[in-house]
């Protein structure tokens, strides 16, 4: 059975746009794939974390996968940090990769511009990225399309490895879907849309109350237009909001322009701001039935414990091939 693997921090609210570039096609991939999803904590302390608040954001965010329809059944759910093998292979693809590619890396380069002093984990963050996705030899790795370049690079450090100790990891593929895959701010159409954003309005999280969801979205910045038209590059913000309303009712953004011809913006907001709920709301009905029965801990432990499995045979054939004497 071919393999996914993915992971989302917990480094406040889960958006909107995590829901639509990440998550929702985690659900649809666990029908198909052998499933690893993590929450990835240990890529979360690369920038400071108050030690309650990623607690809290952990346990949020793993039960928002379940809410969001992944079946600890079907698929693994856990925290990175309970894998240690992550680490272990984390360091092991370190050595083998160049400091300039980790300087081209444009997250690092937004995450650390104008800071004074740039913790060396947000340096090494792609390596360790790219150990999750060796850990398992991934087929394919469902993300969205920020995550393309960190994409690359465990690509190359797969062919690397291979081509230096021999034949061994899959090169994954990355899984971006076509629709969706940049969700942008929706007070910036510049901007994608981002749970550090200091202004709330500017995202939806998946656990705002529906009055705050409906209020963000009347407001939602739109050209002086009245067409409701996706062309991203002269009307980018009615493009992003077509496509939030293409990818939470399932329909093609065709499908959208259609029933919006000869509408105005203040209608299609309203119908947006209905079917984004629609999509929430159960989500969030979810969410607090699992919170309130604990089960997430079971899950996280159950979820760890096979991947743990598979992770350690692949640290062991890797640290063989090194020449590491093993155990
Ligand atoms: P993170 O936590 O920033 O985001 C999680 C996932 O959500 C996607 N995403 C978006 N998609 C569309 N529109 C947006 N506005 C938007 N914002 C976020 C991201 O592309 C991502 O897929 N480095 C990763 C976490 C990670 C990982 C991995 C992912 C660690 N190890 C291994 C895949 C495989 C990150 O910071 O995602």
């Known amino acids: 059975m071919k393999k996914v693997l993915s992971g989302i921090q917990p480094s406040g609210k889960l958006t909107l746009g995590n829901y639509i570039g990440a998550l929702k096609n985690f659900v649809k991939l666990q029908h198909e794939y052998l499933c690893n999803f993590m ?52 360091w092991i693809l370190t050595t083998l990769t160049n400091m300039g590619e980790l300087e081209r890396m444009t997250q690092f380069k937004d995450k650390s511009e104008g800071k004074e002093s740039i913790g060396a984990g947000l340096f090494v ?18 993300v969205g ?20 100790y021999g034949e061994y990891f899959t090169i994954p593929e990355p899984y971006i879907p076509e629709v969706g895959a940049r969700i942008m701010s929706l007070d910036d159409a510049s901007k ?9 309005g500017s995202y939806i999280s998946l656990l705002d109350p529906p009055a705050d969801i409906r209020k963000k979205i009347s ?36 499908e959208v322009e259609r029933l919006y011809e000869g509408k105005m913006y203040g209608a299609f907001k309203k ?15 979810r969410y607090r039935e699992i919170r309130e029965s604990g089960e997430i801990f ?5 979820g760890a414990e096979r991947a743990s499995e598979m992770a350690e045979q692949t640290l062991v054939d890797v640290q063989r091939m090194l020449g590491f004497i093993t155990k």
């Open 39 to 90: 929450v990835v904590d240990l890529h979360a302390i690369t920038v400071p974390q108050d030690p309650a608040a990623l607690r809290e954001q952990s346990e949020e965010a793993a039960a928002l996968f379940v809410a969001a329809g992944i079946d600890p059944s079907k698929a693994n759910v856990y925290m990175q940090s309970h894998v240690r093998q992550h680490a272990q292979l984390g």
């Open 125 to 142: 963050y792609p390596s360790l990225m790219a150990a999750d996705i060796l850990v398992y030899n991934a087929d394919l790795v469902p």
């Open 145 to 164: 399309e920020d995550q393309k370049q960190h994409l690359e690079l465990t690509r190359d450090l797969a062919h690397r490895f291979n081509h230096r």
């Open 192 to 200: 994608k849309m981002s749970k550090s954003n200091p202004n709330p």
């Open 219 to 254: 407001r939602a910045t739109t050209d002086s237009g009245s067409e409701v038209r996706f062309d991203p590059a002269n009307k980018p913000e009615i493009s992003n909001l077509i496509t939030i309303y293409s990818q939470c009712a399932e329909i093609s953004v065709a």
């Open 271 to 285: 119908d947006l701001a209905e079917v984004v709920v629609g999509v929430i709301e159960p989500l969030q009905q």
């Open 298 to 302: 079971d899950i996280l432990a159950q």
